[in-house]
């Protein structure tokens, strides 16, 4: 009886043995798997920081026409994002040759190729990217006036959704100042401009204004492309004695025309922009549309790392504006400009 029950002591010693080795080995199980796992997140966290670290990107750009302005902003946006990312991101860089159509195939040909943002270089190529893609990370560049552009009552900085950008817009008010400035004794200002832009629009109108304020008499001369230019250039030389012309992207792409008319008729032109202004104008309130397209290279940096929603980006200005006159109209109109002003380096 004894020896039964030593014997039954044994096996159930052995049992308990047993069972003591096996949920050992569990456990031990359960830490192995528990750190394998852990390891493979990190591994897997490692590829992704890996993977973001080689991220390349393509960019579409659409851009209206070719001018100074414009290729100045175009080449300040890649300047910007090559210093940034180097060879991981590639451009494919159209030219709309001034047709708001034609923005319309390039920004299809973009949201088809699924590029991973889209510059819309003037407002035509802003209102085809609008139209285009609600999805794809827009931003525009050398637009006026936002609100305008996009249709948007009430703006206040911020588009929101898959939009946003940059503006070149110049105090209108300080524009028509500097009018008062150079001719006093004007009495006509002519506002020529191209009605098919509906920031072109918003400009003179607002110019208008203010000249009037001044005690100057204003009359619109719209011409729908640079079909009618010529001839209604040459109406506004003759009924004006001094022309405004608004950031226009058509006027911009035909400044030699609307030269050959103005300066043999001893009209100046008080223009938007620089680039206008080199081309046919005597005097500007000028900001460096290079450095236009670096501040939107920089907020698209920002939207293609994750760093900022676009939907919450507002609109960025020109941080300054200078008096800038072209030496060469000034001298053969006879017009002296102040010492405050600096010469366009030809």
Known sequence: MK???????????????????????????????????????????TKEEASADGASYKVGICQLVQHVALDAATEGFKDALTEEFGDKVTFDEQNAQ????????IINNFVAEDVDLILANATPAL??????????PVLGTAVTEYGVALGIDDFN????????????????????????????????????????????QYQVDTVKAELEKLGYTCEYYAFSDSNDLATIATNAANGCDVIYIPTDNTAAANTEIINNIC????????????????????ATLSISYYDLGVATGKMAVKVLTGEADISEMPIEYAPQFTKKYNKTICEALGITVPDDYIAIEE
């Open 98 to 105: 001034g047709d708001s159509n034609t923005c319309s195939t």
């Open 3 to 45: 020896k039964t029950k030593k014997a039954l002591a044994l096996i159930l010693a052995g049992l308990m043995t047993a069972s003591m080795t096996a949920c050992g080995s569990g456990k031990a199980a359960e830490t192995t798997q528990a750190a394998a796992d852990t390891a493979a997140e990190k591994a897997d966290e």
């Open 157 to 200: 900085g911020t588009v929101g959704g898959n939009i946003s950008g940059t503006a070149d817009l110049a105090p209108l008010n300080e524009q028509a100042a500097m009018l008062k400035e150079l001719f006093p004794n004007a009495k006509n200002v002519g506002l020529l401009y191209c009605s098919a832009e509906a920031n072109s």
């Open 263 to 282: 300066q043999p008729a001893g009209v100046p032109i008080i223009a938007g922009e620089e680039g206008i202004c080199s081309g046919c104008g005597a």
């Open 127 to 136: 209102q085809a990217a609008q139209a285009g893609t609600d999805t794809i």
